[in-house]
Antibody, heavy 121, light 106 residues
Framework: EEVLVESGGGVVRPGGSLRLSCVAS????????MTWVRQVPGKGLEWVSD????????AYSDSVKGRFTISRENAKNSLFLQMSGLRAEDTALYFC??????????????WGRGTMVTVSS | ETVMTQSPATLSVSPGERATLSCMTS??????LAWYQQKPGQAPRLLIY???TRAPGIPARFSGGGSGTEFTLTISSLQSEDFGVYYC????????FGQGTKVDFK
């Protein structure tokens, strides 16, 4: 079974930083773009960031631009999200997902189960 | 930003009935529209992309249609496992999701 596993979530104070990771197993990682999507429990889906297959192109939602950085390490089948300047409104379950193609702005075919980030004093 | 509006908010359907979900976009998204199903405690699952292409493993009772700014997801004969929340997503200009339609059973 193709699997994406997120980690790195936790409780952090406002203004703090956190680094999320997503590791792919039993699926092709390096040929596909990847994304982070978040969801406040009980609410809808919010796109956060995309990265293309080789990391040369990235995109961010306005709500996280300048505070979050997406990156990937294809040799380790890994995706990352460095989050800084965290705010209470960043509290959510963060999913990583693999695109259906190599480019950013696409549909998301394979999803992880998510890692919870809570920003609270 | 392209705003996505889904209707209805909740759809109550009996098993075996046809369900039609609507998604309207604030500007044209070309063929860059997808649908997802999410069940409680689970990650979303891709159903449809490119307006009408079923993702691998998705049953034929799910179909997508529409163009421009108006799109639909149709479940031809609702099964018990089809309950959940359905989201549309555009990926023509950045990425945005609709607010979701909850499908539950009468």
């Amino acid at each position: 079974e193709e699997v994406l596993v997120e980690s790195g979530g936790g409780v952090v104070r406002p203004g703090g930083s956190l680094r999320l990771s997503c590791v792919a197993s039993r699926l092709t990682f390096h040929d596909y773009a990847m994304t982070w999507v978040r969801q406040v429990p009980g609410k809808g889906l919010e796109w956060v960031s995309d990265i293309n297959w080789n990391g040369s192109r990235t995109a961010y939602s306005d709500s996280v631009k300048g505070r979050f950085t997406i990156s990937r390490e294809n040799a380790k089948n890994s995706l990352f999200l460095q989050m800084s300047g965290l705010r209470a409104e960043d509290t959510a379950l963060y999913f990583c997902a693999r695109h259906i193609s190599w480019n950013i702005y696409d549909a998301f075919e394979i999803w992880g189960r998510g890692t919870m980030v809570t920003v609270s004093s | 930003e392209t705003v996505m509006t889904q209707s209805p908010a909740t759809l109550s359907v009996s098993p075996g009935e046809r369900a039609t979900l609507s998604c309207m976009t604030s500007q044209s998204v070309g063929g860059h529209l997808a649908w997802y199903q999410q069940k409680p405690g689970q990650a979303p699952r891709l159903l449809i992309y490119g307006v009408s292409t079923r993702a691998p493993g998705i049953p034929a009772r799910f179909s997508g249609g529409g163009s421009g700014t108006e799109f639909t997801l149709t479940i031809s004969s609702l099964q018990s496992e089809d309950f959940g929340v359905y989201y549309c997503q555009q990926y023509n200009s950045s990425v945005t999701f609709g607010q979701g339609t909850k499908v539950d059973f009468k």
